[in-house]
């Protein structure tokens, strides 16, 4: 069964704005792992953050983190129509390295 | 970031033929390869962990001999649809996982259409 509830389903944006994207896990993680798809591709990784960390950036992305509310978000600022793709959660409990992911938002942003 | 390749990308065959798919990680050694399979408009699902010289790790409700699984190198996992039925057709995803950062990265998949 998927780990995780990501939030919102589907997100429609005009090119420039930005998009948040959340994402809830139910059990402890050692690290937390967000992943583009565009459609019929495969994943391409953007952020790892890890339990003891907060925030992350990366170029146009940030990414936080809140262990105590088991939830992270993501967010594309000045967003483009390039942007426009599936986003996924996965957790990684640890030891096998299993990543257990969520059911993704998809992005649309206009351009 | 790291590259994992997967072969073939698309591949169609008759029910009952055996496919296999093939996913390398090409720059880094990976003792630890995942497969996953999506549905449309779904998100990714866990088949399998393979590990490098021993037996694959299979998911609650995934057949492990429906859906060998072979992790002879540190940069080859291959995985083999046998018999395969039209319901076997999906959307198949490989991850190899790079253990000095603990990131995973996948491979472009490989769709396989089962008549």
């Known amino acids: 069964s998927q780990q995780g509830e990501e939030d919102p389903q589907a997100l429609s944006i005009q090119e420039g704005e930005n998009a948040t994207m959340n994402c809830s896990y139910k059990t402890s993680i050692n690290n937390l792992q967000w992943y583009r798809q565009n459609s019929g591709r495969g994943l391409v990784h953007l952020i790892l953050i890890r339990s003891n960390e907060r925030e992350k950036h990366s170029g146009r992305l940030r990414v936080t983190l809140d262990t105590s509310k088991k939830s992270s978000s993501l967010l594309i600022t000045a967003s483009r129509a390039a942007d426009t793709a599936s986003y996924f959660c996965?957790?990684?409990?640890?030891?096998?390295?299993?990543?257990?992911f969520g059911q993704g938002t998809t992005l649309q942003v206009k351009p | 970031g790291a590259v994992v390749s997967q072969h073939p990308s698309r591949v169609i065959c008759k029910s009952g033929t055996s496919v296999k798919i093939e996913c390398r990680s090409l720059d880094f050694q990976a003792t630890t390869m995942f497969w996953y399979r999506q549905f449309p408009k779904q998100s990714l699902m866990l088949m399998a962990t393979s590990n490098e010289g021993s037996k694959a790790t299979y998911e609650q409700g995934v057949e492990k001999d429906k859906f060998l699984i072979n992790h002879a190198s540190l940069t080859l996992s291959t995985l083999t649809v046998t018999s395969a039925h039209p319901e076997d057709s999906s959307f198949y995803i490989c991850?190899?996982?790079?253990?000095?950062?603990?990131?995973?990265?996948f491979g472009p998949g490989t769709r396989l259409t089962v008549l």
């Open positions: 991850s190899a996982r790079d253990v000095f950062t603990d990131t995973q990265y």
């Open positions: 996965a957790t990684d409990a640890g030891n096998t390295g299993k990543l257990i």
